[in-house]
Nanobody, 118 residues
Framework: VQLQASGGGLVQAGGSLGLSCAAS????????MGWYRQATGKQRELVASIRSGGSTNYADSAKGRFTISRDNAKNTVSLQMNSLKPEDTAVYYC?????????????WGKGTLVTVSS
């Protein structure tokens, strides 16, 4: 599975930005897609995820501001980020999870930098 992310960039605090990620290859077994981020000097953390059935999970920091969506037919996942804060500055990574009875496989896209200026 290959993940190609797009979006990101520089935005002022309070602004909005959208991220998109397209999966290609053996995508049939992808269960969950999502976005993680890693700020400088910090560990990678979940931002939001969405299962193939549509159920979503958000980090507390993202609730009410970010919206994740998914198009199963196109194998894409998007993250709409509103009311951005300087602390949202990080490299954002697209993730695809394949969960099998005996193992789970994570795929990662190349990160895309989001910079929120104050």
């Amino acid at each position: 599975v290959q993940l190609q992310a797009s979006g990101g960039g520089l935005v002022q605090a309070g602004g909005s930005l959208g991220l998109s990620c397209a999966a290609s290859g053996s995508t049939r077994s992808i269960n969950t897609m999502g976005w993680y981020r890693q700020a400088t000097g910090k560990q990678r953390e979940l931002v939001a995820s969405i299962r193939s059935g549509g159920s979503t999970n958000y980090a507390d920091s993202a609730k009410g501001r970010f919206t994740i969506s998914r198009d199963n037919a196109k194998n894409t996942v998007s993250l709409q980020m509103n009311s951005l804060k300087p602390e949202d500055t990080a490299v954002y990574y697209c993730n695809a999870l394949m969960a099998f009875p005996d193992r789970a496989i994570n795929y990662w896209g190349k990160g895309t930098l989001v910079t929120v200026s104050s």
